[in-house]
């Protein structure tokens, strides 16, 4: 036997959460375009299903009971979500659908979003929700339909595409490093969280010791590293295609030679069954032609 739902009414819950919010069921009414008595009965309703009191009179004033608290919590993110979603189904709604994409802020900046258009101008009927991951996620949790990682490919119950290998320089502004300085000596390393072992394994590939590899500010993502960088703040190692533009136009400059191989890649992910969906099948053809058209991209 299937239990009945203990499903109060939206404008009761809306009575309640405008109540709960001014103290006041006169603001509220006045905020709901109702009466008075119509938001008391509509909270008197509420409470006999709850077969709890919601609010308190004191001195003939009005006070949340411990229920109410406790309710209005839940409540407050009922309408919120039922109002994202009522704005989502106006914006994107008819005859369009919605491709979610999960992303490493800097390389959404930096690598994805110019290309973009690209994809909308061939797929009006598709729209983007771009959405950045600053910690390490699951594709599956996500909420995403396509995500793009760094990584070694193995995400259990999604379907893996390598897009490329990058390579890992040094940065910092013209004149940050005397010329002739070496590695070795003492500069102000700029740590990435992401990647906390950058430093010591530049060195350690050169066969280089240095005790302040692991010290150093510490930021959040390359991007602040790069900003860093370019305010003479100290050296940033970092992908070299995140400040080919930089090095382009003499913001940023290498101090030392040796380029690094990641050992990691750039992939693209999707959940296993979702390849044949129509719109993650048309992003991953575009992307595939993408590459293929800019190989050095």
């Not at 499903?7 to 008075?36: K, V």
């Not at 009971?65 to 109002?83: F, N, R």
């Not at 900046?109 to 598709?126: E, M, Q, T």
């Not at 136009?249 to 296993?272: C, K, Q, R, V």
Request: proline share 5%.
């Amino acid at each position: 036997m299937i239990s009945k739902r203990l499903t109060p009414s939206m404008t009761a819950l809306q009575c309640f959460e405008a109540a709960a919010r001014h103290l006041s069921f006169t603001r509220a009414a006045e905020e709901l375009h109702l009466t008075q008595s119509a938001v008391s009965k509509q909270v008197a309703q509420l409470e006999e299903m709850l077969c709890h009191n919601l609010f308190e009179r004191v001195r003939q004033r009005l006070y949340l009971s411990p229920a109410g608290s406790l309710y209005l919590t839940e409540v407050h993110k009922i309408l919120t979500q039922v109002d994202i979603s009522s704005r989502y189904i106006l914006t994107y709604g008819g005859e369009t659908e919605v491709l979610r994409i999960a992303t490493q802020p800097t390389f959404g900046d930096r690598w994805l979003v110019p290309k973009l258009k690209d994809f909308a101008a061939l797929h009006p009927n598709i729209h983007l929700d771009v959405r950045n991951e600053l910690e390490p996620f699951d594709v599956l949790q996500a909420k995403a339909d396509i995500a793009f990682f760094f990584g070694q490919g193995s995400w259990p119950g999604a379907t893996c595409i390598e897009l490329f290998r990058e390579a890992v320089v040094p940065v910092c502004a013209p004149g940050f490093v005397a010329e002739g300085s070496d590695a070795s000596s003492r500069h102000t390393l700029l740590q990435c969280t992401s990647r906390p072992e950058a430093w010591h394994e530049w060195f350690l590939e050169q066969g280089l010791h240095s005790q302040n590899s692991y010290h150093g500010p510490r930021f959040d993502t390359f991007y602040m590293c790069i900003r860093a960088a370019q305010s003479s703040y100290g050296v940033a190692l970092v992908p070299q295609y995140l400040v080919a533009e930089e090095l382009a136009n003499g913001s940023l400059m290498i101090p030392w030679d040796y380029t690094m191989p990641s050992d990691g890649a750039h992939f693209i992910a999707h959940a296993e069954h979702a390849g044949e969906i129509p719109k993650v099948k048309a992003f991953l053809n575009w992307m595939t032609d993408y590459l293929g058209a800019h190989p050095d991209f």
